[in-house]
């Protein structure tokens, strides 16, 4: 897939995390964008390793969506995790 793909799967993985965790998040759209991005590429790693299967097949595939929204919501709940604790701090 290229990177234009990999954008729209963030951004839709991004919001999809977003709305399966509602909260106040520090950063906007710009960083849930990127959260998804990294998290498409994290549930396609992940997917991989653990369960030994490629996981990336394509666009259109239902388990791309899987493995990027997985990711996603691991990389939202690290995100509210750290800055968290920092506005406490």
């Known amino acids: ?6 954008i729209f799967i963030g951004l839709f993985a991004g ?16 960083i849930t964008i990127l959260i998804g991005i990294a998290g498409g590429l994290l549930g396609g790693w992940l997917g991989k ?7 990336i097949d394509g666009f259109f595939e239902i ?4 493995a990027a929204i997985v ?3 691991i990389l939202l709940a ?3 995790v750290i800055t968290g604790n ?4």
């Open 71 to 73: 990711g996603s919501l």
């Open 78 to 80: 690290l995100y509210r």
């Open 15 to 30: 919001i999809i995390a977003k709305l399966l965790m509602p909260g106040k998040d520090p950063g906007g759209i710009i």
């Open 1 to 6: 897939m290229g990177i234009i793909a990999w």
């Open 63 to 66: 388990s791309t969506w899987i």
């Open 86 to 89: 920092r506005r406490r701090a």
């Open 49 to 55: 390793v653990i369960f030994g299967i490629d996981s």
